[in-house]
């Protein structure tokens, strides 16, 4: 089993900045990518960034620019800077990873850190 923690999260002013953290442990194998996800009230999970292995990345249109997406792999330990903060960014923020054992796909998910964005 792989655990994902996710911490950062909080209030913050429009226009304001916000790192997240999501440091991975256990049975960590090959991984393919990590990414962060975040749902709003009422609204889908949807994909705001990821970084593969190879460190290639993708954004949401929506956060493109604003939003930065890293590792550290020597601590299992993915990040999320993001800056020029909107109210619509408001949500919970979820690390997801996704890694590959024995020829199977498997995917992890964190439990989830609040993002709240006052305008």
């Known amino acids: 089993q792989v655990q994902l923690v996710e911490s950062g999260g909080g209030l913050v002013q429009a226009g304001g900045s916000l790192r997240l953290s999501c440091t991975a442990s256990?049975?960590?194998?090959?991984?393919?990518?990590m990414g962060w996800y975040r749902q709003a009230p009422g609204k889908q999970r949807e994909l705001v960034a990821r970084?593969?292995?190879?460190?290639?990345?993708n954004y949401a249109d929506s956060v493109k620019g604003r939003f930065t997406i890293s590792r550290d792999n020597a601590k299992n330990t993915m990040y999320l800077q993001m800056n020029s903060l909107k109210s619509e960014d408001t949500a919970v923020y979820y690390c997801?990873?996704?890694?590959?054992?024995?020829?199977?796909?498997?995917?992890?998910w964190g439990r989830g850190t609040q993002v709240t964005v006052s305008s």
């Open positions: 970084i593969t292995s190879g460190g290639s990345t």
């Open positions: 256990g049975s960590i194998f090959s991984i393919n990518a």
């Open positions: 997801n990873l996704d890694q590959s054992s024995g020829g199977y796909e498997y995917d992890y």
